[in-house]
Every structure is written in C-alpha cells, then in structure tokens.
C-alpha cells in the first residue's frame, strides 16, 4: 500500500519536473562583457607602442662609400663606435673609431660624463652626436643601435656591412 501511494506521488509530480525549465535559469546579459570599442581603442594604442618599440631597430643604415669619409675626416661632433670585444678589436678597427663593447654599452650610457671618459678613455657622446656603430658582421651593431635610442640617443647610422666588408673592400686598418 504503502508502495502504491509512492508511485502515485511520482506520477503525480514527474509531469510538472520534466517540463523545461528555461523559463527558471538566470539570464545573463552582455553588462559583464567587455566593451568592444574601449578593448579596441586599447589594443590599438598597445599595438601602437609595440610598433614604436619596433621602430627603434630601424637605424638609418650606411654603406661602405658613406662611412669612408668619415674615417679619412673625423668630426668631433661626430662618433664611430667599434662594439666588438677587445680580444676581437686586437685585429684591428676602422681608422678613427672608439671601442665601447657591446656588453658594456648600456651600463656605460648610464655613467656621469666624468666615469664615462675615465673607464673608457674618451668623451661620453651627447644624445643627439651622430653615433655610427659596427661590429664584426652587422649583428651587434645592430643591437647597438637599439640599445643607443633606447637610452635617448637621436641622431644613429648603423654600418652592416661592419669589419668584414671594411676590411673586403680593402678600407684601412688602424690598431
């Protein structure tokens, strides 16, 4: 009896359980969704910044023909900065050049002007002296240039073709 009156009540009851039930489920609306055009304004000033940072790669390139008068006529409003390593530096550099290595060019453009000559035995260039930097084969002067206009330096040539095609192309050495 007792098993009959069970049955009758889920009988009873299933119906109405079985019913769907959308009409009880919260609704969610679009208020905790972002905000497409204020996301979309961010992500462009992000992309912008991005570029920006890119950008700093982009120093003017010289060539060969562009670099050789500057050796033979050195301006002091004017530096060549050889960032090869002093075991590296022992072959030889470009006529008129100063040796900065790349390992130590950003910390070195932190130093006081008076620090900066007296660890590396010349003036320390102002932000906005024409800086060429080069290397062995165009790679750490290339990182040179970054590292230059990240710390505020304006006015930067980058030489690729660097020691190897100087020294190709039959260009002076001085030790």
């Known amino acids: ?3 009959a009156a069970a049955l009758r009540s889920v009988r009873a009851v299933r119906p109405q359980t079985l019913r769907p039930a959308y009409h009880t489920l919260p609704r969610r609306y679009q ?7 204020k996301h979309a304004s961010a992500k462009k000033a992000a992309q912008e910044l991005a570029d920006n940072l890119q950008r700093d790669w982009d120093a003017k390139v010289i060539d060969y023909a562009q670099l050789l008068p500057k050796t033979r006529s050195p301006s002091p409003e004017s530096y060549l900065i050889d960032v090869r390593e002093p075991d590296e530096v022992i072959q030889g550099m470009i006529p008129s050049a100063v040796n900065l290595p790349l390992s130590v060019l950003a910390n070195s453009l932190h130093l006081h002007s008076d620090a900066f000559k007296a660890q590396h035995g010349f003036e320390k260039p102002s932000k906005s002296q024409e800086i060429t930097f080069y290397c062995r084969s165009g790679v750490r002067s290339t990182s040179a240039c970054d590292v230059a206009k990240r710390n505020g330096y304006t006015n930067i ?13 039959g260009g002076e050495k001085s030790k």
Not at 158 to 166: H, I, Q, T
């Open 157 to 169: 040539l980058n030489y690729k073709g660097s020691w190897l095609e100087w020294v190709e192309k």
């Open 1 to 3: 009896m007792l098993r």
């Open 31 to 37: 208020s905790s969704q972002p905000n497409p055009d």
